[in-house]
């Protein structure tokens, strides 16, 4: 989805880079190697991006300037229109089963809004640091995601749970990713991330976690699922 | 950050984190935290319970095993970003070869996470 961007920007001196948020490597390499990018495709199985710089769901970007400054901290990012959101808005759900029209009831009010976010990456991209896209420092930090103590032990949680796992100890990472999900409920990769493992693509309850992206995305509305870019 | 040992290697911290121990504290780009003279071991390693209780970091151990996760700082800012510059990170790509995000310096750069899930 990115490609197409990095050809157009590339030359103005704008590099992307796709970082997969995979505990698992191998579930990511499908769309790397269907992507065929010529920007670098990285993968964070600990969830680093989470930690270093607020990262707390997907798709979700951090802009670097070209002294190694940040100059927006992470906020949705959507590089164009996306098929599968887009598809759920044209489907006729009296036609579902109800409980799957249910949810994609509620996923048709997932708000995107990649003209806004490309429109400002242009801008950038020709205006550098003179872009009004292109924040202080401070005003960086001050944009990032409030983070406590219970925020700091959710990510310590997460990355023992995916150590666990990767060790071939599935069960052991449960507990941890729980203590996760519940010390800092606002992030959703480390939900998505767990729930999947028990219900790939769906998401759905399962005795592991007392949740579901379904149940998660209703008690907040999924219209605020990605909060509004803040140009 | 995973631990075997509550004393850990300065460079391996520095790399995971992006703190690094000098005589002014632990710095993170132009911010430094004082450290008290007892947070380095006889052989230079660090005491990683005293970091996280300065930096402000959650230290969480599984079960009785010899297995810790040290969270990331909350002390200074109370955010995610301590300083708007960016950490010096190193991730493989899907064959394992190791990327350097400072390897792009003079360019712009949008970093964007997605996962497959």
Redesign the interface.
């Given at each position: 989805m990115?490609q197409e961007l990095r050809t157009e920007l590339h030359p103005r001196?704008?590099?992307?880079?796709?970082?997969?948020?995979?505990v698992d490597?191998e579930?990511?390499?499908?769309?790397?190697?269907a992507a065929s990018a010529d920007h670098?495709?990285?993968?964070?199985e600990a969830h680093?991006?989470d930690?270093?710089?607020?990262?707390v769901n997907?798709?979700?970007?951090?802009?670097?300037?070209?002294?190694?400054?940040?100059?927006r901290?992470?906020e949705p990012?959507h590089?164009g229109r996306n098929p599968v959101t887009d598809s759920f808005k044209t489907m006729d759900l009296d036609t579902l089963p109800p409980d799957l029209a249910e949810v994609l009831r509620e996923a048709q009010k997932i708000r995107t809004e990649p003209e806004l976010y490309v429109a400002m990456?242009r801008d950038?991209?020709a205006n550098?640091a003179a872009s009004q896209y292109a924040l202080?420092?401070?005003q960086?930090?001050?944009r990032?995601?409030?983070?406590?103590?219970?925020?700091?032990?959710?990510?310590?949680?997460f990355?023992?749970g995916q150590?666990?796992h990767r060790n071939g100890d599935h069960a052991?990472a449960i507990p941890?990713w729980r203590e996760a999900h519940r010390l800092d409920p606002d992030n959703w990769?480390y939900r998505?991330?767990a729930?999947?493992f028990e219900s790939?693509t769906s998401?759905s309850r399962t005795d592991a976690y007392d949740s579901s992206w379904f149940e998660d995305v209703k008690k907040i509305g999924a219209e605020n699922y990605y909060p509004p870019l803040v140009p | 950050?995973?631990l075997t040992d509550l004393l850990v290697d300065a460079d391996e911290f520095a790399t995971?984190t992006?703190w690094s121990v000098k005589p002014q504290g632990a710095c993170k780009a132009e911010v430094c935290v004082p450290l008290p003279d007892d947070v380095r071991a006889p052989d230079g390693r660090l005491d990683a319970s005293v970091i996280a209780g300065r930096l402000?970091?959650?230290?969480?151990r599984?079960?009785d095993q010899t297995?810790?996760?040290?969270?990331?700082?909350?002390a200074v800012?109370?955010?995610?970003?301590?300083?708007?510059?960016?950490?010096?990170?190193t991730?493989?790509?899907?064959e394992g070869r190791p990327?350097t995000?400072?390897s792009?310096?003079?360019?712009?750069?949008?970093?964007?996470?997605?996962?497959?899930?």
């Amino acid at each position: 989805m990115w490609q197409e961007l990095r050809t157009e920007l590339h030359p103005r001196g704008v590099e992307i880079v796709t970082v997969a948020l995979d505990v698992d490597a191998e579930q990511a390499r499908p769309s790397i190697e269907a992507a065929s990018a010529d920007h670098p495709s990285l993968i964070d199985e600990a969830h680093v991006l989470d930690e270093l710089f607020g990262v707390v769901n997907v798709p979700n970007a951090v802009w670097i300037d070209e002294d190694g400054v940040i100059v927006r901290p992470a906020e949705p990012a959507h590089p164009g229109r996306n098929p599968v959101t887009d598809s759920f808005k044209t489907m006729d759900l009296d036609t579902l089963p109800p409980d799957l029209a249910e949810v994609l009831r509620e996923a048709q009010k997932i708000r995107t809004e990649p003209e806004l976010y490309v429109a400002m990456i242009r801008d950038w991209a020709a205006n550098g640091a003179a872009s009004q896209y292109a924040l202080t420092p401070d005003q960086v930090i001050a944009r990032s995601r409030p983070r406590d103590l219970d925020g700091s032990a959710a990510a310590a949680h997460f990355e023992l749970g995916q150590h666990l796992h990767r060790n071939g100890d599935h069960a052991a990472a449960i507990p941890h990713w729980r203590e996760a999900h519940r010390l800092d409920p606002d992030n959703w990769t480390y939900r998505r991330n767990a729930w999947n493992f028990e219900s790939p693509t769906s998401q759905s309850r399962t005795d592991a976690y007392d949740s579901s992206w379904f149940e998660d995305v209703k008690k907040i509305g999924a219209e605020n699922y990605y909060p509004p870019l803040v140009p | 950050m995973l631990l075997t040992d509550l004393l850990v290697d300065a460079d391996e911290f520095a790399t995971r984190t992006g703190w690094s121990v000098k005589p002014q504290g632990a710095c993170k780009a132009e911010v430094c935290v004082p450290l008290p003279d007892d947070v380095r071991a006889p052989d230079g390693r660090l005491d990683a319970s005293v970091i996280a209780g300065r930096l402000g970091m959650s230290l969480i151990r599984h079960d009785d095993q010899t297995l810790w996760a040290l969270g990331p700082e909350t002390a200074v800012t109370g955010r995610a970003l301590t300083t708007a510059v960016a950490p010096d990170l190193t991730l493989p790509d899907v064959e394992g070869r190791p990327f350097t995000l400072s390897s792009l310096r003079g360019q712009k750069v949008v970093m964007v996470a997605w996962a497959s899930w």
